[in-house]
């Protein structure tokens, strides 16, 4: 069964500073997709970045990248220049794809950004 | 841009009592997914649906039962309610397109069970 890992419960960043959050997972297939979603206090669930596990390419989105090691199954989100707006729950998520498309999450890491 | 609507956001229960959440997914998009947040959990997958066809079951309890409709719109209705069903849930939709595409989540529904 695929599982996702986060390591780290709470995680702290001084504003306009650099932060990344880990994330593990576990999986048999070779074909499959990754997530970062950021639910701040308001319990929303916002997409951050996507990755697809046939591409070598690590995906970027702004200020959020990402550091996609395969064999390792591993998959780090960085934050660059840190926002106040950016202190939320942060959630790893797996997907397989296809007809079994949905996300298995991670337990999340709470992130708090310091002025 | 349009974005997953679920009604209501807020829902007051007995125990013993039935809900219906409902979850009105993006134009175009054909696949429905419920997840269940736990207080200071991370989301559960309960079902999804496929062009109004059942395509996963999850965790969800036989208290549970779901449906698409013909215009792709979701409704979760929960009988019997338990103190343990109160909790965050979630609607989220997809395009499938013959490959992953991403989910995307509505606001909530946040139902308390008393």
């Known amino acids: 069964a695929q599982t996702v890992t986060q390591s780290q419960p709470e995680m702290s960043v001084q504003e306009a500073e650099t932060v990344t959050l880990s994330c593990t997972y576990d999986t048999s297939e070779s074909d499959y997709y990754l997530f970062w979603y950021k639910q701040p206090p308001s319990r929303q669930m916002i997409l951050v970045i996507r990755q697809e596990a046939y591409k070598q390419q690590n995906a970027t989105e702004n200020r959020f990248s990402v550091n996609f090691q395969k064999a390792a199954k591993s998959f780090s989100l960085k934050i660059s220049d840190s926002q106040l707006g950016d202190a939320a729950m942060y959630f790893c998520a797996y997907s397989y794809g296809g007809a079994t498309n949905k996300l298995i999450f991670g337990t999340g890491t709470l992130l708090a950004v310091q002025p | 841009a349009a974005g997953v609507i679920q009604s209501p956001r807020h829902l007051i229960k007995e125990k013993r009592e039935t809900a219906t959440l409902k979850c009105y997914p993006i134009p175009r998009h054909d696949t429905v997914y419920w997840y269940q947040q736990g207080p200071g959990q991370d989301p559960q997958f309960l079902i999804s649906f496929y062009e109004k066809m059942q395509s996963d079951k999850g965790s969800i309890p036989d208290r549970f039962s779901a449906q698409q409709f013909s215009d792709y719109h979701s409704e979760l209705n929960m009988s019997s309610l338990e103190l343990g069903d109160s909790a965050l849930y979630f609607c989220?939709?997809?395009?499938?397109?013959?490959?992953?595409?991403?989910?995307?989540f509505g606001p909530g529904t946040r139902l308390t069970v008393l």
């Open positions: 989220a939709s997809s395009r499938t397109s013959g490959v992953t595409d991403t989910q995307y």
